[in-house]
């Protein structure tokens, strides 16, 4: 198989670029600085070392290495690398490919390398974040709006990370619903992280796009996280949390997103959860816009779809049109497990430890209620209601 890179040209210098973001010392705004005043990165590249000292006032020992970039040992390594790796293609901010979003920011990456189906990230991007540890209430708002996402603009493309918990979900999501998913990785391609989402990430490169700043062979320190926040928020027009706690990269996403002039929404949770108090700081503070809803955030975004369907959401649609039923007409186990379905707990081990009711007996009831339409199972032991509690003020 031969490897999609972008080969060096005079219309496109992702190479010059690579060399460079791989000196040390100089970072993006300082190579664009240079840049302009000597007129493309081809010039930049040419330039001697004493004119560099003499006219732009570099150390003498950076504008060797700036002199030498193309020729040094890590360089050579890593074009080799890349041009040994299927699928790889190589972005610079000068780049025909590079994500227009990701220009308006001011540190976009020297180098984007991206793999995988998606050839571009000009459709509308919205990035889900939120905690590794994340409980049912989490994941079940991740996959509503996703989904409803989904039938508002079926060309849309979720961003996240990758990692555990809502960076997860969010991915699966998308896929399931048939949306496009890109991951941003805190480490090269080459590293997978966390292992175990290995298998979807070779999902996300049938649909979607694994990309890094990153040489292929860097491992995902715990120093580069934040440095990936920053490109999950703007590659996108907005950003939405889901559930967050206090202390919390998706606020550190936040953050970025707000400096970037993105939009920020967050989904709220109990006030007594502390799984939530990240997403409700944010609103708290007005850094987030509430949200219950997809078509909250797309009004906010204005933007809408005219390949988008009639909206239907059904089960999904956070108890808006669902029937209505009165707990006291059930019997008291099938009453408590409803109860704990509408306090957001979904998962079979949390139902059994909230409910008290014997396993065996728990399974029964659960598929007497999904017979009868008042609850859904929708996979992994996890489930959720389709009926809403008429319950007493």
């Known amino acids: ?25 100089i970072g993006y705004k300082k190579i664009r600085g240079l840049i302009e005043q000597l007129g493309s990165v081809e010039e930049l590249l040419k330039t001697s070392p004493e004119i560099l000292v003499e006219q732009f006032q570099l150390s003498a020992k950076l504008a060797n290495h700036i002199a030498g970039a193309t020729q040094s040992h890590s360089f050579l390594i890593e074009k080799r690398i890349i ?10 901010p000068d780049s025909s490919g590079y994500p227009l979003r990701l220009q308006q920011i001011s540190t976009p990456p020297s180098v984007l390398y991206w793999q995988g189906e998606l050839e571009d990230a000009e459709n509308p991007c919205l990035a889900f974040v939120g905690s590794r540890g994340c409980t049912a209430y989490g994941k079940q708002q991740t996959r509503r709006l996703v989904k409803e996402l989904a039938q508002y603009i079926p060309e849309m ?20 619903c048939g949306l496009k998913t890109i991951a941003v990785l805190a480490g090269g391609l080459q590293h997978i992280y966390p292992p175990e989402n290995k298998k979807l990430a070779a999902e996300i490169l049938k649909n979607g796009a694994l990309v890094s700043e990153f040489p292929l062979g860097v491992k995902p320190l715990a120093r580069n996280f934040p440095i990936r926040n920053r490109v999950i928020s703007g590659l996108s027009m907005g950003i939405v949390v889901t559930e967050a706690r206090q202390k919390s990269g998706a606020k550190i996403t936040a953050a970025f997103a707000l400096e970037q002039n993105r939009e920020v929404f967050a989904v709220p949770g109990r006030v ?19 949200v219950s809803c997809a078509k909250d955030i797309l009004e906010e975004l204005s933007i809408f779809s005219g390949s988008a369907t009639q ?12 029937k209505k039923i009165n707990p006291d007409d059930l019997d008291e186990m099938q ?32 598929l007497e209620l999904e017979l009868t339409g008042k609850v859904e199972s929708i996979g992994g032991q996890i489930y959720r209601l389709r009926v809403e509690l008429d319950q007493p003020n």
């Not at 493309?157 to 990692?163: K, P, Y």
Request: charged fraction near 15%; hydrophobic fraction near 45%; charge should be negative.
């Open 1 to 25: 198989m031969t490897a999609n890179v972008l080969q060096p040209t005079d219309s496109d210098p992702a190479w010059s670029w690579l060399a460079l973001s791989l000196v040390s010392g």
């Open 83 to 92: 041009g040994e790796t299927p699928g790889i293609r190589l972005f610079c």
């Open 157 to 176: 493309i979720i961003v996240s990370g990758l990692a555990k918990g809502i960076d997860t979900v969010a991915h699966e999501a998308a896929l399931d």
């Open 272 to 290: 007594d959860s502390s799984a939530s108090a990240g997403t409700n700081s944010l609103i708290a503070r007005q850094h987030a816009k509430l």
């Open 311 to 322: 909206l239907n959401f059904g089960s999904d649609d956070a108890g808006h049109g669902l």
């Open 335 to 366: 009453s408590r497990i409803l109860f704990a379905l509408n306090d957001g707990i979904e998962e079979i081990d949390a139902i059994h430890a909230n409910t008290k009711i014997d396993m065996n007996i728990l399974l029964a009831t659960l």
